[in-house]
C-alpha cells in the first residue's frame, strides 16, 4: 500500500471543514456585527436563530479565560491525530480517517479564533474595549422555548461532535468488520 494513501482524503476533508467553518463565520459576523450590535436572524421562530456570541472558553463555555491552554491543547491533539493518521490501518479506514479529518477541520477552526487571526477588537464592556478578541465566534443558537436553550455555536463545534460521534460508532464496531473494511 502506498504511503501517501489516505493522506489526500484526511487533508481534503480537513481543510474543506475548516474552510467552511471559517467563510460562514465571517459571512455572519460581517452581516451581524458584534455580540449585541444588531438583532439575530431567525430562520425558524422559536428554535433556530443566526447571531453572535464570543466564548473565551471551551465546551458550553467552561474555563473562560483559559484559551492559551485551550490552544495548546489544540495544537497537541492536531500532533496526536497527524500521529494517527501516519499509521496505514487508520488511513485505509475510511470511517476513521473521515472522524478524524472533521475533528481537525474542527480544531483548526476554532483554534484559528482563539489565536486571534480573525483580527477583531472587544468592543465592550468598557474596560476591554479595544483589545484583540481571543475569543471562538460562535452564531448558531437552537433552542425550544420552555425546554432546552442550547448555548450558541459554530461549524467548528459540530465537526468536532460529528467526528467525536463517529469515532464512538467506530468503537462499537467488531473486530471482524474493522478487518473486512480495511481490506483492499
Not at 33 to 44: A, D, Y
Not at 142 to 169: C, Q, R, T, Y
Amino acid at each position: 500500500m502506498p504511503y501517501h494513501r489516505g493522506w489526500f482524503t484526511f487533508f481534503a476533508v480537513a481543510a474543506l471543514a475548516a474552510i467552511g467553518d471559517l467563510a460562514t463565520k465571517w459571512a455572519i459576523f460581517a452581516r451581524l456585527g458584534m455580540p449585541g450590535e444588531q438583532r439575530g436572524i431567525v430562520l425558524v421562530p422559536g428554535m433556530l436563530s443566526l447571531e453572535t456570541n464570543l466564548n473565551e472558553g471551551a465546551l458550553f463555555g467552561m474555563g473562560q479565560g483559559l484559551g492559551a491552554v485551550f490552544a495548546a491543547v489544540s495544537l497537541c491533539a492536531i500532533g496526536g491525530i497527524l500521529m494517527l493518521v501516519s499509521r496505514p490501518a487508520t488511513r485505509s479506514d475510511r470511517w476513521l480517517l473521515l472522524a478524524l479529518a472533521l475533528i481537525t477541520g474542527g480544531i483548526i477552526g476554532n483554534l484559528y479564533d482563539r489565536l486571534g487571526l480573525p483580527g477583531l477588537r472587544w468592543h465592550a464592556p468598557l474596560e476591554r474595549q479595544g483589545e484583540a478578541v481571543l475569543a471562538v465566534r460562535d452564531w448558531i443558537h437552537f433552542k425550544l422555548d420552555g425546554i432546552i436553550d442550547w448555548p450558541i455555536f459554530n461549524l467548528a463545534d459540530s465537526w468536532l461532535v460529528i467526528g467525536a460521534g463517529l469515532m464512538l460508532l467506530i468503537s462499537l464496531r467488531s473486530p471482524q468488520t474493522v478487518e473486512e473494511e480495511a481490506a483492499p
